[in-house]
């Protein structure tokens, strides 16, 4: 079984409004990340978590909170975003990383957002 | 750096052949191959590590070329379900060492193939 579920299909909320993507995966993949995908764009890297720890911040704002709370769930924690976050948004995990080269990541079908 | 993908976009009759190409200014440790549709996930298609070793699968196959930097997705015999954007995703060494785990796409090949 190689599925990432990522709930919910679609979001859309106002600038004040505090919300919460959800990813799951039971391959046992040690690795999960999040994308943003704008139309017609290729997926942009957010954030990394190796080992349930933050591993990788791509400079991201601080209105988009990452939550890693076990080996299986990734949160990503939406306040007070702005029109332009709108967007897709991708979880992706792997099954691990290290100091060799990345394995291969399998993505979720991802979070539609729509900020009003 | 993002890597470049050529073409940028590609149209096809079926069974006709397509060539996209992947290049980096950066040195690779690992090439990566997606594929998605309108509205759904990437989903993979193959890893390429250095070493300029050719992978393929049916009739999707690809090269890496470690010196030159760049690879190549060879789909022959094209089928209507091959239509969709194409990304390669490149991994390149981190200096630190605990950076690993970032893949960085390119701009897409969108495929078209008609009947």
């Known amino acids: 079984d190689t599925e990432v579920t990522q709930t919910p299909k679609h979001l859309v909320m106002g600038m004040t409004n505090k919300k919460s993507l959800k990813c799951e995966q039971h391959?046992?993949?040690?690795?999960m990340y999040w994308y943003k995908q704008k139309a017609k764009k290729p997926p942009e890297l957010m954030f990394v978590?190796?080992?349930?720890?933050?591993?990788i911040n791509e400079s991201v704002p601080s209105r988009f909170s990452p939550e890693c709370p076990n080996s299986s769930l990734l949160n990503l924690h939406l306040h007070a975003l702005q029109p332009e976050d709108s967007a897709l948004y991708l979880c992706?995990?792997?099954?691990?990383?290290?100091?060799?080269?990345?394995?291969?990541?399998?993505f979720g079908p991802g979070t539609r957002l729509l900020v009003l | 750096q993002q890597p470049v993908q050529s073409p940028q976009a590609v149209i096809l009759r079926e069974g006709e052949d397509a060539v996209i190409n992947c290049s980096s200014s950066?040195?690779?440790?690992?090439v990566h191959w997606y594929r998605q549709k309108h509205g759904e996930a990437p989903v993979f298609l193959m890893i390429?590590?250095?070493?300029?070793e050719q992978k393929g699968h049916d009739k999707i196959s690809a090269s890496f070329n470690e010196k030159k930097q760049q690879s190549s997705l060879y789909l022959t015999a094209s089928q209507l379900s091959y239509s969709g954007t194409y990304f390669c995703?490149?991994?390149?060494?981190?200096?630190?060492?605990?950076?690993?785990?970032?893949?960085?796409f390119g701009q897409g090949t969108i495929l078209t193939v008609h009947p």
């Open positions: 950066k040195a690779l440790y690992s």
């Open positions: 391959m046992g993949h040690r690795a």
């Open positions: 992706a995990s792997s099954r691990r990383i290290s100091g060799e080269a990345l394995e291969t990541q399998y």
């Open positions: 390429l590590l250095k070493g300029g």
């Open positions: 978590y190796s080992y349930e720890k933050l591993s």
């Open positions: 995703g490149t991994e390149t060494p981190v200096a630190g060492g605990t950076s690993y785990g970032k893949l960085t």
